[in-house]
């Protein structure tokens, strides 16, 4: 018999289907928004419905749309730098004690560093362009991606590695057929961590760098009270979030569909 594990890929919760979830997330915000206006004043601020009538004229705004396309370009190229640096070091530091003996204090000492601090010392060595901000993008991603990998790397049987050795197959041959994608679930989660976290530094580092991009637009707009823009820039910022999100779980889901805990609820 198969356990439910076994099975939550083939079934979906009440609670996973994207309407019944956008239901339950609009009447919270509604108990929120009342349980708000009854103990703070709220008469000087505008409403969820104002709100929600200023997301379409930001959204056709020439401007606007040039902020988010260009805050997404720096997101993913970031996102693009961190895969590149951080997968390849965590399945080193998982499979070599040497490595992680050398890279772990390093990682140990950053990690709960909050990335965002390091923007006035990125702006003084580069300056206030993208690549400041890309490069704290990839700093914030890089780190649950190396985790991750390092953490599936290190949980691969080593039979399964001496067994491909003793058939004669090389270094650079058991790191794709068996390093990767026996660690390939778990270094999904860390990718899945990197997109929301992305997405965190990169409004961060454009709230402190205020030049272009949708932290700019954020502020800009509190700044010459619209406050409805406000809301509604926030508002776009959740549904990147909830759609990035939710393609990347499809993804994950497809990649590691061969994997029994592929259908697991993961709340990392």
Known sequence: MKTPAATGSATTLWYEKPAVAMVLV?????????????????????????ALQALPALILDPSALWAISLSLGRMFIGYAWALVFAIPLG??????RWVHEFFNPLVSLVYPMPKAALMPILMLWFGLGSFSKILVIAMGVSLPMLYHSCLGASRIESKLVWTAQAMGMGPVARLFRIVLPAALPEILIGCRVGVVMALIVM???EMIARQE???NLLF??????QYPSVYAVILILALMGVVLDWLFEKARRYLTRWSESAGGTILR
């Open 26 to 50: 609009v009447v919270l915000l509604g108990i929120v928004w009342a349980l708000a206006s009854w103990r703070l004043d709220f008469s000087s601020f505008p409403g969820p419905w104002q």
């Open 91 to 96: 399945l080193a530091m998982g499979r070599s």
């Open 203 to 205: 409004v961060s580092s």
């Open 213 to 215: 991009g949708v932290g």
């Open 220 to 225: 800009t707009s509190m700044d010459m009270a």
